[in-house]
C-alpha cells in the first residue's frame, strides 16, 4: 500500500529526507554520527604530540648527559694532573731531606 495523497503520507511517518531516522528501540536521532572517528583523531593527535614530547625529552637527557661526561673527565683530568704533581713534590722533597 503507498501512500498517494498528503493525509497519507503525513501519517505515514517522518520522510529519510529530513535526516530523521527511526531506531529499533524507538528512539530518533536527527543527523547525529558516529563520534567514534572524532575521538580516535583526538587520541591519534595527544598520541603525536606525547611522543614529541617525549622524544625531545630523550634528546635533551642524553645533550646533559653528555655534557656531564665531557665535564667530569675534564676535572678527571685536571686531578690526575694535580696529583702527578703533588707526587712529584713530594718525591723532592725527600729527596732534598735525605741530602741535608
Known sequence: MSADTPSEMASAGPSESDGTHKEPGGGSRKGLRNPLPGRINLV?????????????????????????????????????????????????????????
Open 44 to 100: 591519534l593527535i595527544l598520541v603525536v604530540i606525547l611522543v614529541l614530547f617525549a622524544a625531545w625529552q630523550w634528546y635533551d637527557t642524553r645533550d646533559q648527559i653528555s655534557g656531564l661526561q665531557h665535564e667530569m673527565a675534564r676535572r678527571l683530568a685536571e686531578a690526575d694532573a694535580s696529583g702527578k704533581e703533588s707526587r712529584n713534590i713530594a718525591g723532592e722533597a725527600a729527596e732534598a731531606g735525605r741530602r741535608a
